[in-house]
């Protein structure tokens, strides 16, 4: 507007004596201020035709505006901060599980009870349907940038706790290489276990998380050492001391891991002291880009704390001293084969072995109480319709011989049932 007005303004002041002097101008100097109210007319017809330029390519990118409205700002890549100035991020799944049970253990339990099922003909509980969304998962991790290094963190949580409560499944701090709180075992970590829908895995692997100190050192990119002292939570020995873990991990290539590991901790009563051990190896090899073979390998004395399905670690007499042992040995493997982007599948056999130890065997009453061994196979396939979305099915079947018998003589048990879970990850 300003090349407008300033351009009339001037053609007013100097037009106005112009036109009062007209009668003693010149034919000259008129005709020049003809030129000049042309020249003033033209600017101002560019002016105008400039402006309606500009007008019509506004009108034209709101109507394209509106036409192709912008996608709202995803939260994706902010960062996010807590009160504590600690950045963080949020996730977890929605799982819904359900099993058909044809032969096996409690109603009132959906995952595995492979070393507690009923013995043959008594009592067990069979035809049933059961189902749960206790296995939903929501977790944090945390992240605080300082002058000494990032200090990370992580909160897990489900509700497999008594009665569908809540409960604590991770809950740890990380500063350089250290960590503190609960998280996966150092001795039983689930790293090697074949996949399974079962929440609790099947005999042969563990999921035992506890509270814990570790201290992590990299020899190499290669290898690694791993110690910890753990709280076993052993509810059938008083803790004094925790338990002393190793673990050695080795990348051999790209296609081949495998992780030594040894565990040290002491039983006690109030009478009698004993130390258990155990070691382990894991191993997973990818035998192409799309077929996986994991294996883990248990051999314990005097524990049962630390992997699952197991006789009690050890017996004691009247005065409570500790009489006799469990040792056992137990190995799963399993082989997951890529089919496609969508499609996965999983076949699987875990097998655990208890020495026929007399002194061990003749101080329980009830010796249908103990197993002499267990085994599950299974297979699985999981379907991902899209990439937050999983579906499952499985099929597991596996037995379990007591070292006793029942009243009507059979010394095994059962399992048999057909598993289905739907799961979003968020």
């Known amino acids: 507007m300003n090349y407008i007005i300033k351009p009339l303004a001037f053609a007013c002041i100097f037009a106005a004596p112009a036109w009062t002097f007209a009668g003693s101008a ?85 995952y595995n009870q492979i070393s507690t099922v009923p013995l043959g003909g008594s009592a067990d509980s069979s035809d049933l349907l059961k189902s749960t969304l206790a296995a939903t998962r929501l977790g944090l991790d945390f992240k605080t940038a300082t002058q000494a290094g990032d200090v990370g963190g992580k909160i897990e949580m489900d ?60 020899f190499s990119p290669e290898t690694n050492l791993v110690l910890a002292a753990e709280d076993p939570k052993d509810s059938s020995s008083t803790l004094r001391l925790p338990a002393l873990t190793a673990r050695l991990n080795h ?28 070691l382990g190896l894991g191993a997973k090899w990818n035998l192409s880009d799309k077929t996986m073979l994991k294996a883990d390998y248990y051999h314990v004395k005097g524990d049962s704390s630390f992997v699952l399905w197991t006789n009690q670690g050890f017996v004691t007499n009247a005065n409570n001293d500790i009489i006799a042992t469990n040792v056992f040995d137990s190995i799963t493997i399993g082989l997951t084969q890529q089919f496609s982007p969508q499609w996965r599948g999983t076949a699987g056999y875990g097998y655990m072995k208890a020495d ?24 699985n396939v999981f379907y991902s319709p899209v990439k937050p979305v999983s579906l499952g099915l499985e099929y597991v079947y596996g037995e379990r011989e007591a070292f006793g018998a029942a009243v009507n003589g059979s010394t095994t048990g059962e399992e048999n049932r057909i598993s289905a879970v739907a799961q979003y990850n968020f």
């Open 159 to 218: 509700f497999l706790g008594t009665n569908d409560a809540l409960r604590i499944r991770h809950a740890y701090l990380t500063y350089g290489s250290w960590l503190l709180g609960q998280t996966w075992s150092n001795f039983a970590p689930p790293d090697y276990m074949p996949e399974t829908i079962d929440a609790f895995g099947y005999v042969g692997g563990s999921i035992k998380r506890t509270p814990q100190v570790r201290y992590s050192h990299k």
């Open 251 to 278: 990348q051999f290539s790209n296609t081949l891991a495998v992780s030594a590991r040894a565990m040290g901790t002491e039983k006690k009563t109030d009478a009698d002291t004993q130390t258990a051990w155990g």
């Open 356 to 379: 026929d130890n007399d002194a061990y065997v003749n101080a329980f009453a009830d010796k249908t109480k103990i197993n002499k061994d267990l085994w599950q196979a299974w297979a």
């Open 26 to 110: 010149t034919e000259a100097e008129i005709a020049q201020l003809r030129q000049e109210v042309k020249a003033l007319k033209e600017m101002v017809l560019q002016s105008a035709q400039r402006q309606n330029a500009i007008q019509m390519q506004s009108n034209a990118a709101m109507q394209a505006a509106a036409a192709n409205p912008q996608p709202a700002i995803k939260a994706e890549g902010l960062t996010l901060k807590t009160k504590g100035g600690a950045e963080f991020s949020l996730y977890g799944n929605v799982r819904g599980d359900a099993s058909y049970q044809s032969k096996g253990g409690s109603a009132s339990r959906l």
